[in-house]
T-cell receptor, first 114, second 114 residues
Framework: DVKVTQSSRYLVKRTGEKVFLECVQD?????MFWYRQDPGLGLRLIYF???????EKGDIPEGYSVSREKKERFSLILESASTNQTSMYLC?????????????FGSGTQLSVL | GENVEQHPSTLSVQEGDSAVIKCTYS??????FPWYKQELGKRPQLIID?????GEKKDQRIAVTLNKTAKHFSLHITETQPEDSAVYFC?????????????FGAGTILRVKS
C-alpha cells in the first residue's frame, strides 16, 4: 500500500516565522506535489517536482518555496509565514508515466498562522 | 491555462436516491478526468477516472460521463448510502512543458440523509 506521510497533522506558527512542511513517500514515485485546500476553492497547486532537485511552480507559488534533495522527500517552505497562509496543506505523489496519473495524498497538515 | 468549474457546491439527497455532480473544463487539450472523494478528516482518494477516448465508465454504483464537444463531465452515484457522504472533487489533466498537472474543481459537499 502506498504511503505518503506528512510530518505534522496540526501546526501553529506566528506571523513572520519560517515554516517547514515535510512529506515522505515510500513508492519510489517520480512526481511529488504540494496543494493547499481552502473551503470553496478546492485543491490549488503550489509547487510540484518531477525529479530530484527539479521543481516547477504551480498556480499559487507566491510566498512558498520547495526543496527536493532526495526522491522520497519533498519539503514546502514558507519563508515568512503570514495569516493568509493559514490553510490545509496536502502533499501528493504519482508515477511519472503517461498513462498513470493517479495521485496518492498524504493526510494533510492544518497550518494556523497567528 | 486550464480552469475547472464544479456544480453544485453542496448537494443533499435522501438515501437511495441518485446524485449527480457536474464539471466543465476550458482546455480542449485536457485528456484525463479523475474524481476524488474526501471523507471528513481523511485524505482525498481516487474513486473513478475517465480518458478522453471514452464517453462513459461505470464501477458498481458510480459512473462518469464525458462530453468532449461541450467540455463537461459528470459523476453519477446511484442508490446513495450514508457512507457516500463526503466532499467530491473533479479534476482535469493539463499538459505542460515539464509534465502533466491536475487542475481541481472547487468541490461538492454531498450529504446523504438516512
Amino acid at each position: 500500500d502506498v504511503k505518503v506521510t506528512q510530518s505534522s497533522r496540526y501546526l501553529v506558527k506566528r506571523t513572520g516565522e519560517k515554516v517547514f512542511l515535510e512529506c515522505v513517500q515510500d513508492m519510489d514515485h517520480e512526481n511529488m506535489f504540494w496543494y493547499r485546500q481552502d473551503p470553496g476553492l478546492g485543491l490549488r497547486l503550489i509547487y510540484f517536482s518531477y525529479d530530484v532537485k527539479m521543481k516547477e511552480k504551480g498556480d499559487i507559488p507566491e510566498g512558498y518555496s520547495v526543496s527536493r534533495e532526495k526522491k522520497e522527500r519533498f519539503s514546502l517552505i514558507l519563508e515568512s509565514a503570514s495569516t493568509n497562509q493559514t490553510s490545509m496543506y496536502l502533499c501528493a505523489s504519482s508515477f511519472y508515466r503517461a498513462t498513470n496519473e493517479k495521485l496518492f495524498f498524504g493526510s494533510g497538515t492544518q497550518l494556523s498562522v497567528l | 491555462g486550464e480552469n475547472v468549474e464544479q456544480h453544485p457546491s453542496t448537494l443533499s439527497v435522501q438515501e437511495g436516491d441518485s446524485a449527480v455532480i457536474k464539471c466543465t473544463y476550458s482546455d480542449s487539450a485536457s485528456n484525463y478526468f479523475p474524481w476524488y472523494k474526501q471523507e471528513l478528516g481523511k485524505r482525498p482518494q481516487l474513486i473513478i477516472d475517465i480518458r478522453s477516448n471514452v464517453g462513459e465508465k461505470k464501477d458498481q454504483r458510480i459512473a462518469v460521463t464525458l462530453n468532449k464537444t461541450a467540455k463537461h463531465f459528470s459523476l453519477h452515484i446511484t442508490e446513495t448510502q450514508p457512507e457516500d457522504s463526503a466532499v467530491y472533487f473533479c479534476a482535469a489533466l493539463r499538459g505542460g512543458e515539464y509534465g502533466n498537472k491536475l487542475v481541481f474543481g472547487a468541490g461538492t459537499i454531498l450529504r446523504v440523509k438516512s
